[in-house]
């Protein structure tokens, strides 16, 4: 699982997340939402070691984070908000090969996890293709791809819709159905709730870098509005 315990991180002055207790169990899909600055990016970057707290701990599978940044980001892939600073190489299927060549796979292994992860995102066949051809949505959903391939136990997945035209999105919300159905944890950082209430075990809202919502989309919806949140239609 990943937890979180009495997490405070500050940049300068200003705290941006504020004794933060939250736990994501193995298996769970959690939609995390919150107006713009409210703290959502912050709390994920701590999840695999990219921020450090200034108080409070995060381990992940029951170590913690700051003991082994290697075994964390093994443990927890992560599509960042803007998806263009974690793409590594000149070509889509060198991209995607990236992480897996890393994790010191076999050939075949790494073919099949960068065959399988282009097909989960409509890129399969584009493996030639250079990175700095593709349009803003395609590199969405190269980076999507690339989080894939390492097969992960927990995967977050910041803002992953921006950019994708509706066929790309179904295609990812249904790769997220069938990674939620493995045992895959997810977590989906999101403004836009459309289509993925209906994966989540539960909607944890912050606001002001604190917790002020955590439940079932069910029994959220109502109180969403008050907290700077769209209800999904």
């Not at 504020?18 to 939402?33: P, S």
């Not at 999507?144 to 927990?154: R, T, V």
């Amino acid at each position: 699982m990943i937890r979180v315990d009495g997490l405070v991180h500050r940049y300068g002055d200003t705290v941006a997340l504020d004794g933060i207790d939250l736990t994501i169990d193995d298996g769970e899909c959690v939609v995390l939402a919150g107006a713009n600055g409210s703290g959502k990016t912050s709390l994920v970057r701590h999840f695999n070691g990219l921020l450090e707290p200034d108080e409070g701990t995060v381990s992940v599978n029951g170590h913690a984070v700051s003991e082994n940044l290697v075994a964390a980001r093994t443990a927890v892939s992560m599509v960042f908000q803007h998806p263009e600073d974690q793409l590594v190489a000149a070509t889509v299927g060198a991209d995607v090969a990236f992480g897996p060549e890393n994790l010191g796979l076999s050939r075949d292994e790494i073919d099949r996890r960068v065959h399988d992860s282009l097909a989960a995102v409509n890129l399969d066949g584009r493996e030639s293709e250079r990175v700095d051809a593709l349009s803003g949505g395609e590199v969405e959903r190269l980076a999507i791809a690339g989080a894939l391939a390492m097969e992960p136990d927990h995967l977050v997945l910041d803002e992953p819709f921006t950019g994708l035209d509706e066929p790309s999105r179904q295609s990812v919300l249904a790769r997220l159905r069938e990674l939620r159905a493995s045992g895959t944890s997810l977590v989906v950082v999101t403004h836009d709730l459309r289509d993925v209430t209906t994966l989540a075990d539960r909607v944890v809202v912050l606001a002001g870098g604190r917790v002020a919502l955590d439940d079932t989309p069910e029994a959220a919806a109502d109180r969403l509005p008050s907290l700077g949140v769209r209800p999904p239609c």
